[in-house]
């Protein structure tokens, strides 16, 4: 009798419950956020005591499991745990500190000139000279440059394979394609399973590719944890920099200026002839293309004790099947939508103009761009990135005038994909 009793009071347990859960999947699992003050309490204020790292750091790892099954990241952008947090934030200030220590920047411009002529050298010319596709040749270059430059300064640019670089990179770029496509779960993912990609094969290739790359095991036991934060974002800058200013003419001076004397000064500084600065456009290159068009954080939804109660009572896979397993509310940082706003960027927000920030004579004025994201968890390259961006684009198309070739492209600039028609080539291919 007492059995049947539990068993009723345990149906009906479960009967409110996944009513309670659908419910709460109606109205509160998806919100954006669409204004800058916004944006700046849901990244964390970096003076807000109510936002502990912790929990920051749980939000965020919660919003990028899906990631973390794809690549097998096993690094603080899907891990909730401060101790690694603080492990890899201080390995990357410290590549960061080598790399200015090794000659400041001319050392950079350096690598990125002897990439470009490894990269040149490793294509086999057509009848018509030189062709390949620019998404290709700009994240294959900007590889070569991120390996050499900053994660393994030791390593000779000569014996990297060309293969390895370009296996790399294809495959990077694939699987996060695919990791957008994944289907989303409004229930808590199991943080600490083991994981397993579905793209296993191409996960397989690319671990083998990275670690021939990068092989020193015990400074890089899961290579991917460094390549994507220090590769993935900087190629797309390069690349939508490129896109804008290789056929003008004045903003081409601007980077042949900034290859005369490399530094951050320099970067900085606008020029004496044309008003303009590299700092500028490398701003308004990340205002026009934001590399995370979305920046999101997921909360794990509080439910009654009953709900926790009969959770406690069966398996998780019961749970699961039954729509009882802990739900997460999806917060979302819409930053397309502040670099699309007329009233913050004015009526030619749609318009590549670095000369717009030279209306912000303070620096704290201009308008937050979360480029690099915000607050404590704020990217740790955000200093370091935009002046090795416009370093790479000066080298290029140094290279490019120098070598004789040309960019060509359609119009319609690309992010990880959508550069078709896009290419460099030699120049009397033009004329084909």
Same mark, same amino acid.
């Given at each position: 009798? +007492?059995?049947?009793?539990?068993?009723?009071?345990?149906?009906?347990?479960?009967?409110?419950?996944?009513?309670?859960?659908?419910?709460?999947?109606?109205?509160?699992?998806?919100?954006?956020?669409?204004?800058?003050?916004?944006?700046?309490?849901?990244?964390?204020? /970096?003076?807000?005591?109510? =936002?502990?790292? $912790?929990?920051?750091? !749980?939000?965020?790892?919660?919003?990028?499991?899906?990631?973390?099954?794809?690549?097998?990241?096993?690094?603080?952008?899907?891990?909730?745990?401060?101790?690694?947090?603080?492990?890899?934030?201080?390995?990357?200030?410290?590549?960061?500190?080598?790399?200015?220590?090794?000659?400041?920047?001319?050392?950079?411009?350096?690598?990125?000139?002897?990439?470009?002529?490894?990269?040149?050298?490793?294509?086999?010319?057509?009848? =018509?000279?030189?062709?390949?596709?620019?998404?290709?040749?700009?994240?294959?270059?900007?590889?070569?440059?991120?390996?050499?430059?900053?994660?393994?300064?030791?390593?000779?640019?000569?014996?990297?394979?060309?293969?390895?670089?370009?296996? %790399?990179?294809?495959?990077?770029?694939?699987?996060?394609?695919?990791? !957008?496509? !994944?289907?989303? $779960? %409004?229930?808590?993912?199991?943080?600490?399973?083991?994981?397993?990609?579905?793209?296993?094969?191409?996960?397989?290739?690319?671990? +083998?590719?990275?670690?021939?790359?990068?092989?020193?095991?015990?400074?890089?036991?899961?290579?991917?944890?460094?390549?994507?934060?220090?590769?993935?974002?900087?190629?797309?800058?390069?690349?939508?920099?490129?896109?804008?200013?290789?056929?003008?003419?004045?903003?081409?001076?601007?980077?042949?200026?900034?290859?005369?004397?490399?530094? %951050?000064?320099?970067?900085?500084?606008?020029?004496?002839?044309?008003?303009?600065?590299?700092?500028?456009?490398?701003?308004?290159?990340?205002?026009?293309?934001?590399?995370?068009?979305?920046? /999101?954080?997921?909360?794990?939804?509080?439910?009654?004790?009953?709900?926790?109660?009969?959770?406690?009572?069966?398996?998780? %896979?019961?749970?699961?099947?039954?729509?009882?397993?802990?739900?997460?509310?999806?917060?979302? #940082?819409?930053?397309?939508?502040?670099?699309?706003?007329?009233?913050?960027?004015?009526?030619?927000?749609?318009?590549?103009?670095?000369?717009?920030?030279?209306? +912000?004579?303070?620096?704290?004025?201009?308008?937050?761009?979360?480029?690099?994201?915000?607050?404590?968890?704020?990217?740790?390259?955000?200093?370091?990135?935009?002046?090795?961006? #416009?370093?790479?684009?000066?080298?290029?198309?140094?290279?490019?005038?120098?070598?004789?070739?040309?960019?060509?492209?359609?119009?319609?600039?690309?992010?990880?994909?959508?550069?078709?028609?896009?290419?460099?080539?030699?120049?009397?291919?033009?004329?084909?």
């Amino acid at each position: 009798m +007492y059995a049947i009793l539990l068993l009723l009071t345990l149906a009906n347990a479960i009967l409110l419950t996944s009513y309670f859960s659908r419910d709460i999947r109606k109205h509160v699992l998806h919100r954006n956020h669409t204004t800058p003050e916004d944006i700046i309490n849901l990244l964390g204020h /970096s003076e807000s005591p109510s =936002a502990s790292i $912790s929990e920051l750091l !749980k939000a965020r790892s919660l919003a990028n499991q899906r990631l973390r099954h794809t690549f097998n990241l096993t690094n603080t952008f899907v891990k909730a745990e401060t101790d690694i947090h603080n492990t890899f934030v201080g390995r990357m200030k410290d590549l960061i500190r080598a790399q200015r220590r090794r000659g400041q920047w001319v050392e950079f411009l350096h690598v990125a000139r002897q990439a470009f002529t490894c990269e040149l050298n490793s294509y086999v010319p057509t009848e =018509a000279g030189f062709l390949t596709a620019f998404t290709d040749f700009i994240q294959v270059l900007t590889l070569r440059i991120i390996v050499v430059a900053l994660l393994d300064p030791d390593r000779d640019m000569e014996s990297i394979d060309a293969e390895d670089l370009r296996v %790399s990179a294809t495959l990077i770029t694939k699987l996060w394609g695919i990791s !957008k496509l !994944k289907k989303i $779960s %409004s229930a808590v993912p199991l943080m600490n399973a083991s994981c397993t990609s579905p793209d296993i094969d191409d996960l397989t290739t690319l671990n +083998y590719h990275l670690r021939r790359l990068l092989p020193d095991t015990e400074k890089y036991p899961n290579p991917i944890n460094f390549v994507i934060p220090t590769w993935e974002t900087l190629w797309r800058v390069v690349a939508t920099c490129l896109a804008h200013v290789h056929e003008n003419v004045e903003f081409r001076r601007v980077f042949e200026e900034l290859l005369e004397d490399p530094t %951050s000064e320099r970067f900085k500084t606008t020029s004496f002839n044309s008003n303009l600065c590299a700092d500028w456009i490398i701003s308004e290159t990340l205002r026009l293309h934001p590399p995370s068009r979305h920046i /999101s954080r997921s909360f794990v939804v509080e439910q009654p004790p009953f709900l926790q109660f009969v959770r406690a009572l069966l398996p998780r %896979s019961v749970t699961d099947q039954l729509g009882l397993a802990p739900l997460i509310r999806s917060e979302i #940082a819409d930053v397309e939508g502040i670099r699309l706003s007329v009233g913050i960027w004015g009526a030619d927000v749609l318009e590549f103009n670095p000369r717009r920030w030279a209306r +912000y004579n303070n620096p704290l004025e201009a308008p937050i761009l979360f480029a690099f994201g915000y607050g404590p968890l704020i990217c740790i390259g955000k200093n370091w990135a935009p002046m090795a961006a #416009a370093l790479i684009v000066g080298a290029i198309l140094e290279g490019i005038e120098r070598e004789e070739l040309g960019i060509v492209g359609t119009g319609i600039i690309g992010g990880r994909a959508g550069w078709l028609g896009w290419g460099v080539q030699s120049r009397e291919a033009f004329k084909t």
